[in-house]
């Protein structure tokens, strides 16, 4: 791309900044919340979202608290998630709700204590936001040191989650949510980073051949090159190579699923969406960003709070609209 595509490729992307910015300012009718009214026991829809002490995952708490929705704030380490929780109580807005829970989801044990809490404390959920993940990479590095732990969390933790919880998503008109962070570093044909291996390529794109053990096979193919070293940037992604694996296996398992669930009945209904936040300014990018925890939230929980009419499944967005996997 030459240096006026480049040009004209941002000024898209700054216009449709601003066009989101100004989506996000027209409120929601009364007709359209379906999660603040005759909902039991709470009266108002039960949001569980996981890594939630800071970034993005704070901002997706605090900004379904302030919509209305009682939130469970999660956090692996028990002082951050507390304080992340009072600081949102703290602000004062009327109506907020908010409690925060420990949760590591790499840790069985630790997901399945959770699952009980909930089905005893909340009688199950309505949304569950997969936010929780690790990333070592900053700038030009990559590094595959922590691979394993990167995996672990944000493909394995994400996936046991949504098998903990999913039999707690409580029985509702207006369909459970789940709504799982990813990134574009994990599409399966990016220009640049992407896998080497064309066959599989096709076979995760493919609905008739896309299946757990397919996505499970390639991370453990991945794992195991790296501890072994022998890793090549071009059977693999060169970028954050194994942030993108791991992200490029969350929306591969979004798409399975997403077919696994469309044949619920009315009532029973499940959407399962997928999105990029952007290049966020936080921790994990060493505040490297171009948008704010603010903007890079707002995605997420948009597809949280779709209408029924308007909910979609197995699709995978970026500033409000769906892009390719």
């Known amino acids: ?85 009072e600081k949102i109580l703290a602000a004062g807005e009327p109506g907020v709700s908010v409690e925060w829970r420990q949760l590591d989801v790499t840790d069985v044990a630790s997901v399945e204590d959770f699952a009980a ?43 046991r989650m949504i098998e903990a919880m999913m039999p707690l998503m409580k029985p509702s008109p207006h369909g459970g949510r789940i709504v799982n962070v990813s990134s574009r570093l994990g599409r399966v044909n990016g220009r640049r980073n992407r896998i080497g291996d064309a066959s599989l390529r096709d076979r995760l794109l493919n609905d008739d051949h896309i299946s757990e053990e397919l996505i499970d096979e390639m991370v453990m193919k991945f794992l195991k090159r790296t501890k072994q070293d022998d890793w090549s940037p071009t059977e693999w992604p060169q970028m954050y190579t194994d942030y993108s694996i791991s992200k490029l296996a969350v929306n591969a398992y979004t798409r399975l699923l997403a077919m696994i669930l469309s044949d619920r009945p009315e009532g029973q209904k499940i959407y399962i969406n997928c999105f990029c936040p952007g290049w966020v300014k936080t ?43």
């Open 117 to 159: 809490w909930a089905a005893q404390t909340h009688g199950g959920i309505h949304v569950l936001v997969n936010n929780a993940g690790v990333n070592f990479n900053r700038g030009a590095d990559n590094s595959v040191e922590f691979a394993e732990q990167v995996i672990q969390t944000n493909y394995f933790g994400t996936k």
């Open 1 to 85: 791309m030459g240096k006026k595509g480049k040009e004209a490729a941002r000024e898209r992307r700054e216009q449709r900044r601003r066009e989101v910015t100004l989506l996000r300012a027209v409120p929601y009718e009364p007709d359209q919340r379906w999660w603040d009214g005759g909902l039991e026991p709470t009266g108002r829809a039960v949001a569980v979202v996981t890594g939630a002490n800071r970034g993005i995952g704070y901002e997706i708490a605090r900004q379904l608290a302030l919509h209305g929705l009682h939130v469970v704030l999660t956090s692996r380490d028990s002082a951050r998630g507390r304080d992340a929780a």
């Open 283 to 325: 921790a994990m990018t060493g505040w490297e960003g171009n948008i704010s925890a603010e903007e890079g939230a707002d995605t997420g929980v948009w597809l949280a709070l779709l209408p029924q009419e308007q909910a979609t499944i197995g699709k995978f967005f970026a500033e409000r609209r769906e892009i390719s996997f």
